[in-house]
């Protein structure tokens, strides 16, 4: 860590280091890169499309922002997970300056969907032997020793350790999940590292490539996704009237996190600040949200205190909003509870109108394009919104993207099992 | 600001039954241990000791809705938070973090292998496979095998609305999960944090896992470091929880601590001969100076050529005794890191001991490292 004198050592308003972000990348299901997927989400253009990825016979939902640009053959969750990671990665690394090729100096926290084997890597086992499938038959063909790869492809630190091996981050890498709001919770790790001072710099990612027949039918089944297919461009629509459901979308974003005194100190362009983190359980129900909104409503609070802010400072929220009745319903609740009058006018969109729900990435995407809409001064707009809901007086930047002078973001990520993560992010500071 | 981190919460379930008590005297004299040898065979297994689930998931609605590893991990955070005195304290559960170290959920075995058995002469793979699994997966599975659920459940079942976090990635996640929630703790971001992590071994999902790489011991049960006839782990039924808690807070409102948690390393070497013996050694360095006579409690795996590496690092500690964690309860995955602290924390608990060291190598990746102190 370079020394870094303590009488000019920048401090936020509890007297820790700020946490700076020096570098940037994103993949989604718009391209590949900041320019591509700004210029696709600044013009309204969606990145859903009829999936082909895997026969969608038969499925309620046939439909999804899957990422199909990156592999020419047959791949798995994790082997795409890792792909986007590496690219996000790559991008982020490669602005920040920080570091070598290969050798970044900081620590690495992933929010890594959770992956297990997958139905033709069984298939592929059970075709070498005879007669009924079981998993003592499976057994038998793994003992052979003939499909050992499939070990480190499933286990669930493989991912994060190709990445940790690739871009030689320090330190144990940890893989975390807190559903949907993984990765606002990896970056929350970074910020959290940092203020403690065990680490100057951090790469925190949240990747998630792992839309498959049984992963689309599962969340299926529980009613979570939206059913109107045709047009599929058309059926990400948050807070709409008409929403019934998410759209999965994959992706991954990446940020390069650095103590802001070290970041100045060699000359880094700093583009923004993460200033502060809120998280609160729900222990309410596995997979709805709270009705009264209040895990939400004090993860923003939080995050609020956290960064030393009001909600009077706040110029935009980018939405959890992903399209289900029950979620753009408790968002904009639990907003109005926290924003108060001023709700109806303060610009709220939802980036998932675009690119799905990239689930797991999801915190990480979203941050990285709230960042995106600090520096272009633009906000991305909630496309599909012919139908507003009356129930919810929202300005969610209908359709169109708007400039606006935006110096200050709450990102929302409220997930399934009661996580709630929001994170405060700001433009650099001014005078440094 | 570095501040003191004691361990005011001990749960702690596997195949030789609960509670710090049962543990200790397992330490103690060495209770026999629980081997079935047949129902997985070739693949021994240390069965779960069957628990009251009533005593701490009092609801039948919630009980159905987990599968094992879950109603494990909720049932052992349960008896965390009672030895913590925690459980009524509704004010200190608003605040409680949680930090778990999970794996995956289980899969429907029958429906697998019946989708597996029938694909073969299906004409449209791709088409059956959606058919089967639309009909044939039961839509409340997919709960109970999102890895945060078990962090979700242990939320809902004991009424805790602070914030949980879940940690994979096989062992090094159940070392990340304490290393992590005892920094935060010491540096002020935390007051209290119930940390842990759940394995339930009874699966063939997991064993399929581990056999695809040749980790698993077959046959019958030897000791952790003595397999060489044929090294691999041996898995067992476990989970630990521990209510970790600043030392002033701890003090203030008048918690027995069990003992203090003086400091936690974690490595990722990478794997060649060697490396996993010269982490722990470096790991070892970073805990501080060891008292002659320590407790090593280790969490070692029982794989070839590591394990034999682990007992190289502990042998350099000064006269330690050394205890395997596998081979009173088996090896836990995730939990294994932290049913071993459990243990080093039990034997405090009860002056055992006077200070213990506990050391772990996952299988594949990971080192990690915890020293405790009398509190």
Same mark, same amino acid.
């Given at each position: 860590m !370079?020394?870094?004198n303590?009488a000019?050592?920048?401090?936020d308003s509890?007297g820790?280091?700020?946490v700076a972000?020096?570098?940037?990348g994103?993949v989604?299901?718009?391209g590949q890169?900041?320019?591509t997927n700004?210029?696709?989400?600044?013009?309204?253009k969606?990145g859903?499309?009829?999936i082909?990825r895997?026969p969608?016979q038969g499925?309620?939902t046939?439909?999804g922002g899957t990422?199909?640009?990156?592999?020419?053959g047959?791949f798995?969750?994790?082997q795409?997970?890792?792909?986007l990671?590496?690219?996000? /990665?790559q991008?982020?690394i490669g602005q920040?300056?920080?570091?070598?090729?290969?050798?970044?100096p900081?620590?690495?926290?992933?929010?890594v969907?959770?992956v297990?084997? =997958?139905?033709p890597?069984?298939?592929e086992?059970?075709a070498?032997?005879?007669?009924?499938?079981?998993?003592d038959?499976l057994?038998?063909?793994a003992?052979?020793?003939?499909?050992?790869?499939m070990h480190?492809?499933?286990v669930?630190?493989g991912? /994060?350790?190709?990445?940790?091996?690739?871009?030689g981050?320090?330190?144990?890498p940890i893989s975390?999940s807190?559903?949907?709001?993984?990765g606002?919770t990896?970056?929350q790790m970074?910020v959290?590292?940092?203020r403690?001072?065990?680490t100057s710099?951090a790469?925190c990612?949240?990747?998630?490539?792992?839309?498959?027949?049984?992963?689309l039918?599962r969340?299926?089944?529980l009613s979570a996704?939206?059913t109107q !297919?045709?047009?599929?461009?058309?059926a990400?629509k948050?807070?709409?009237?008409?929403?019934?459901?998410?759209?999965m979308?994959e992706g991954a974003g990446?940020l390069?996190l =650095?103590?802001?005194?070290h970041?100045?100190?060699?000359?880094?362009t700093?583009l923004?600040?993460?200033?502060?983190?809120g998280?609160?359980?729900d222990?309410?129900h596995?997979t709805?949200?709270s009705p009264d909104?209040k895990p939400a409503?004090?993860?923003?609070q939080?995050a609020l205190?956290?960064a030393?802010?009001t909600?009077?400072d706040?110029d935009y929220? !980018?939405?959890?909003?992903t399209s289900?009745? =029950?979620?753009?319903k408790? =968002?904009?609740?639990?907003c109005?509870a926290?924003?108060g009058?001023r709700?109806?006018?303060?610009?709220?969109s939802? !980036?998932?109108?675009?690119v799905?729900h990239?689930l797991?990435?999801?915190?990480?995407?979203?941050?990285?394009?709230?960042?995106?809409t600090i /520096?272009n001064g633009?906000i991305?707009?909630?496309?599909?919104?012919?139908v507003p809901?009356?129930?919810?007086?929202l300005?969610?930047?209908?359709?169109t993207?708007?400039?606006?002078?935006?110096?200050?973001?709450l990102s929302?990520?409220?997930g399934f099992g009661?996580q709630?993560t929001?994170?405060?992010?700001?433009?650099?500071?001014?005078?440094? | 600001m570095?501040?003191d981190?004691?361990?005011?919460?001990?749960g702690?379930?596997?195949?030789?039954?609960?509670?710090?008590?049962t #543990?200790a005297?397992a330490?103690?004299d060495?209770?026999?241990?629980?081997?079935?040898?047949t129902s997985f065979?070739?693949?021994p297994v240390?069965?779960?000791k069957?628990?009251?689930?009533?005593?701490?998931?009092?609801?039948?609605?919630?009980q159905?809705?987990?599968e094992?590893?879950?109603?494990?991990?909720?049932?052992?955070?349960?008896?965390a938070?009672?030895s913590a005195?925690?459980?009524?304290d509704a004010?200190?559960?608003?605040?409680?973090?949680?930090?778990?170290?999970?794996g995956?959920?289980?899969?429907?075995?029958a429906v697998d292998s019946?989708?597996?058995?029938?694909?073969?002469?299906a004409g449209?793979?791709?088409s059956?496979?959606?058919?089967?699994l639309?009909g044939?997966l039961r839509?409340?599975?997919?709960l109970?095998?999102?890895?945060n659920l078990?962090?979700g459940?242990?939320?809902?079942?004991?009424g805790i609305t602070?914030?949980?976090r879940?940690?994979m990635?096989?062992?090094q996640s159940g070392?990340d999960a304490?290393r992590i929630?005892h920094?935060?703790?010491?540096?002020?971001?935390?007051?209290?944090?119930?940390v842990?992590?759940?394995y339930?071994a009874e699966?063939?999902d997991m064993?399929?896992?581990f056999e695809?790489?040749?980790y698993?011991?077959q046959?019958?049960?030897?000791p952790?470091?003595?397999r060489?006839?044929?090294p691999?782990?041996?898995s067992?039924?476990?989970s630990a929880?521990?209510?970790l808690?600043s030392a002033e807070?701890?003090?203030a409102r008048?918690?027995r601590a #069990?003992?203090r948690?003086?400091?936690v390393a974690?490595?990722?070497?990478k794997?060649q001969?060697?490396t996993?013996e010269?982490?722990?050694?470096g790991l070892?360095a970073e805990?501080?100076?060891?008292?002659a006579?320590?407790?090593?409690?280790s969490a070692?795996?029982g794989?070839?050529?590591?394990?034999?590496?682990?007992?190289?690092?502990?042998?350099?500690l000064?006269q330690?005794r050394?205890?395997?964690?596998g081979?009173?309860?088996?090896?836990a995955?995730?939990?294994?890191?932290?049913v071993?602290v459990?243990?080093?924390?039990?034997?405090?608990?009860?002056g055992?001991?006077?200070?213990?060291?506990?050391?772990g190598a996952?299988?594949?990746?990971g080192?990690?490292?915890a020293h405790?102190l009398?509190?």
């Amino acid at each position: 860590m !370079n020394a870094i004198n303590p009488a000019s050592a920048h401090r936020d308003s509890k007297g820790r280091p700020l946490v700076a972000v020096t570098g940037l990348g994103i993949v989604t299901s718009l391209g590949q890169g900041k320019e591509t997927n700004w210029e696709a989400l600044t013009a309204g253009k969606s990145g859903i499309h009829r999936i082909e990825r895997f026969p969608t016979q038969g499925l309620r939902t046939t439909i999804g922002g899957t990422v199909d640009f990156l592999f020419d053959g047959s791949f798995t969750a994790p082997q795409l997970s890792e792909k986007l990671a590496t690219l996000a /990665a790559q991008e982020a690394i490669g602005q920040s300056g920080l570091g070598q090729p290969g050798d970044f100096p900081g620590e690495l926290f992933m929010a890594v969907p959770p992956v297990e084997m =997958e139905w033709p890597q069984k298939q592929e086992m059970a075709a070498t032997v005879e007669g009924d499938v079981d998993y003592d038959v499976l057994l038998k063909v793994a003992s052979t020793g003939k499909f050992a790869p499939m070990h480190e492809l499933f286990v669930f630190a493989g991912v /994060a350790d190709h990445i940790a091996d690739r871009f030689g981050t320090r330190g144990s890498p940890i893989s975390l999940s807190t559903a949907c709001s993984s990765g606002a919770t990896a970056i929350q790790m970074g910020v959290e590292a940092i203020r403690r001072g065990e680490t100057s710099a951090a790469l925190c990612i949240g990747t998630d490539g792992s839309i498959h027949a049984e992963a689309l039918i599962r969340f299926s089944l529980l009613s979570a996704l939206s059913t109107q !297919n045709d047009p599929p461009e058309g059926a990400s629509k948050p807070f709409s009237k008409n929403r019934d459901g998410f759209v999965m979308g994959e992706g991954a974003g990446a940020l390069v996190l =650095e103590d802001y005194d070290h970041a100045l100190a060699r000359g880094a362009t700093i583009l923004g600040i993460v200033a502060g983190c809120g998280e609160r359980g729900d222990g309410f129900h596995r997979t709805r949200s709270s009705p009264d909104g209040k895990p939400a409503i004090l993860a923003m609070q939080d995050a609020l205190a956290d960064a030393g802010l009001t909600p009077d400072d706040v110029d935009y929220i !980018n939405a959890h909003g992903t399209s289900t009745p =029950e979620n753009d319903k408790m =968002e904009a609740m639990s907003c109005a509870a926290v924003f108060g009058e001023r709700m109806p006018n303060l610009p709220i969109s939802s !980036n998932k109108s675009m690119v799905g729900h990239t689930l797991t990435a999801a915190g990480a995407v979203e941050a990285v394009i709230s960042f995106l809409t600090i /520096a272009n001064g633009t906000i991305p707009p909630t496309i599909n919104y012919n139908v507003p809901d009356p129930a919810i007086a929202l300005d969610v930047v209908p359709n169109t993207a708007r400039e606006a002078k935006v110096k200050t973001v709450l990102s929302n990520s409220f997930g399934f099992g009661g996580q709630n993560t929001c994170l405060v992010l700001t433009a650099p500071p001014e005078a440094a | 600001m570095q501040r003191d981190v004691v361990i005011t919460g001990v749960g702690l379930a596997s195949s030789l039954g609960e509670g710090i008590e049962t #543990h200790a005297a397992a330490l103690g004299d060495g209770t026999a241990l629980v081997v079935d040898t047949t129902s997985f065979a070739p693949y021994p297994v240390h069965p779960l000791k069957p628990l009251e689930l009533d005593r701490q998931i009092p609801k039948k609605s919630d009980q159905r809705q987990m599968e094992p590893w879950q109603r494990l991990g909720v049932y052992t955070a349960g008896l965390a938070l009672d030895s913590a005195g925690l459980k009524e304290d509704a004010e200190a559960k608003a605040a409680l973090q949680v930090i778990v170290a999970a794996g995956g959920g289980e899969r429907d075995h029958a429906v697998d292998s019946a989708i597996l058995t029938d694909m073969r002469g299906a004409g449209d793979p791709g088409s059956f496979l959606n058919e089967r699994l639309m009909g044939d997966l039961r839509p409340t599975l997919f709960l109970a095998q999102l890895s945060n659920l078990l962090a979700g459940n242990i939320g809902i079942v004991h009424g805790i609305t602070g914030a949980s976090r879940t940690f994979m990635g096989e062992e090094q996640s159940g070392v990340d999960a304490i290393r992590i929630a005892h920094a935060r703790i010491a540096s002020g971001q935390a007051e209290t944090i119930l940390v842990g992590g759940s394995y339930n071994a009874e699966r063939r999902d997991m064993l399929l896992l581990f056999e695809l790489g040749g980790y698993l011991r077959q046959g019958g049960f030897a000791p952790v470091f003595a397999r060489d006839d044929a090294p691999g782990l041996i898995s067992g039924s476990a989970s630990a929880f521990l209510v970790l808690e600043s030392a002033e807070r701890a003090a203030a409102r008048g918690a027995r601590a #069990h003992a203090r948690l003086g400091a936690v390393a974690a490595a990722r070497s990478k794997r060649q001969p060697g490396t996993v013996e010269a982490a722990l050694r470096g790991l070892l360095a970073e805990l501080g100076t060891v008292s002659a006579g320590a407790l090593a409690i280790s969490a070692a795996t029982g794989v070839a050529g590591i394990t034999a590496e682990e007992a190289a690092a502990i042998a350099s500690l000064p006269q330690a005794r050394r205890v395997a964690t596998g081979d009173l309860v088996g090896h836990a995955v995730e939990a294994a890191f932290p049913v071993s602290v459990a243990l080093a924390a039990a034997a405090l608990s009860k002056g055992q001991t006077q200070e213990a060291v506990v050391t772990g190598a996952g299988h594949w990746r990971g080192e990690g490292a915890a020293h405790l102190l009398k509190a």
